[in-house]
């Protein structure tokens, strides 16, 4: 597959809202449905870029720290990375697709878990960074008993 296939595929998917050039003149592609808004961005003949722009996330130590944990193997970003945004202002989750050993299935669901994975960003996100999400550690001088069976 290439980037022509793929960014074809997401058109007949989703809504396509732009078309342009980002910053380095490569095609790029805002695409959005229901309450799902992403970037598509060409890099090279078999790589495509997808971002979605995570908001009201807090960006504190404690909100970085999470982001970090949420990247930590995978576990809550997939293939995807949490990051800074390359599109915008803020974190976002993006993933750096390799077209090369994809079909159209494989490539459809690399995308579906992607947008799994940024929806729970959106609705979980800012509860799990904001500083109400903190659980903190009791200290050692603190009154703990340990059970072991």
Request: with cysteine; proline share 4%.
């Amino acid at each position: 597959m290439i980037t022509d296939d793929a960014m074809k595929i997401l058109a007949t998917a989703f809504d396509l809202q732009r078309a342009g050039m980002d910053a380095e003149g490569r095609l790029e592609q805002d695409f959005g449905r229901d309450e799902i808004f992403f970037v598509a961005t060409e890099f090279g003949p078999r790589q495509v870029r997808l971002a979605v722009p995570l908001s009201g996330l807090s960006l504190d130590a404690h909100g970085l720290q999470r982001l970090l944990e949420g990247n930590c193997l995978g576990h809550e970003s997939g293939s995807a990375q949490l990051a800074w945004s390359p599109i915008g202002d803020g974190a976002a989750l993006v993933d750096v697709i390799d077209l090369t050993a994809l079909d159209v299935d494989l490539f459809q669901e690399r995308v579906t878990d992607f947008l799994i994975y940024a929806h729970y960003w959106q609705i979980e996100g800012p509860a799990l960074t904001g500083g109400d999400a903190v659980q903190p550690m009791p200290s050692d001088a603190s009154e703990m008993t340990t059970f072991r069976v």
